[in-house]
């Protein structure tokens, strides 16, 4: 069975600063898919990146990267230039079979972004 | 498309009572997952489907906990008897295969 573990609880960070969150995973399968989910208050799950473990490329999305060590089975969130509205949960998720697989998630990490 | 439709948003029950979760997935998507979401025990995949037929239902914490696909557009999660330890948000998601999982608004369940 596939684990996710994200080591921080909580996170709390100055308004504009760069912050990373991490994640490491357990698996013995070679093909797989990681991704990033952000959970506001409102509690609707949003995708925040993803990433496929084939590809050695660091996916990127505006201000959010990724930085995918697969050797050391590390995924961690980078957040530059970061706003009062990523104050969130943040949820690393791993699947065998992209979106033909169930998910499973680490505990969280809950991020705050000071004014 | 207006996304993954959960109802209801909230419910309260007392227990014992029956509890029957509705989602009706993005129209075309042919895998529909149920998740719980509790503080204790985080996110966990209860079910999940594949064209209407249940795949992996490992998840699912006891009989009596059921989930059904009568069609490509709608699913019911259902739990009979309720108990208090149900008292979590419970997630529909859906995907087309080999692509991300979109996740409804969730329905969060308090059972007294």
């Known amino acids: 069975a596939q684990t996710v573990t994200q080591s921080q609880p909580e996170m709390s960070v100055q308004e504009a600063e760069t912050v990373t969150l991490s994640c490491t995973y357990d698996t013995s399968e070679s093909n797989y898919y990681l991704f990033w989910y952000k959970q506001p208050p409102s509690r609707q799950m949003i995708l925040v990146i993803r990433?496929?473990?084939?590809?050695?490329q660091n996916a990127t999305e505006n201000r959010f990267s990724v930085n995918f060590q697969k050797a050391a089975k590390s995924f961690s969130l980078k957040i530059s230039d970061s706003q009062l509205g990523d104050t969130a949960m943040y949820f690393c998720?791993?699947?065998?079979?992209?979106?033909?697989?169930?998910?499973?998630f680490g505990k969280g990490t809950h991020l705050i972004i000071q004014p | 498309d207006a996304g993954v439709i959960q109802s209801p948003r909230h419910e309260v029950t007392e227990m014992g009572q029956e509890v029957t979760l509705r989602c009706k997935p993005i129209?075309?998507?042919?895998?529909l997952f149920w998740y719980r979401q509790t503080m204790m025990r985080g996110l966990e995949l209860l079910i999940y489907f594949n064209n209407n037929v249940p795949i992996d239902d490992s998840g699912m914490p006891e009989d009596r906990f059921s989930a059904k696909m009568p069609n490509a557009s709608f699913s019911t999660l259902k739990i009979q008897p309720s108990e208090p330890r149900d008292s979590a948000v419970y997630f529909c998601?859906?995907?087309?295969?080999?692509?991300?999982?979109?996740f409804g608004p969730g329905t969060r369940l308090t059972v007294l």
């Open positions: 998720a791993f699947t065998l079979g992209g979106g033909a697989d169930g998910l499973t």
């Open positions: 129209s075309g998507h042919d895998y």
């Open positions: 990433q496929e473990a084939y590809k050695q």
């Open positions: 998601a859906s995907s087309l295969a080999g692509t991300r999982a979109f």
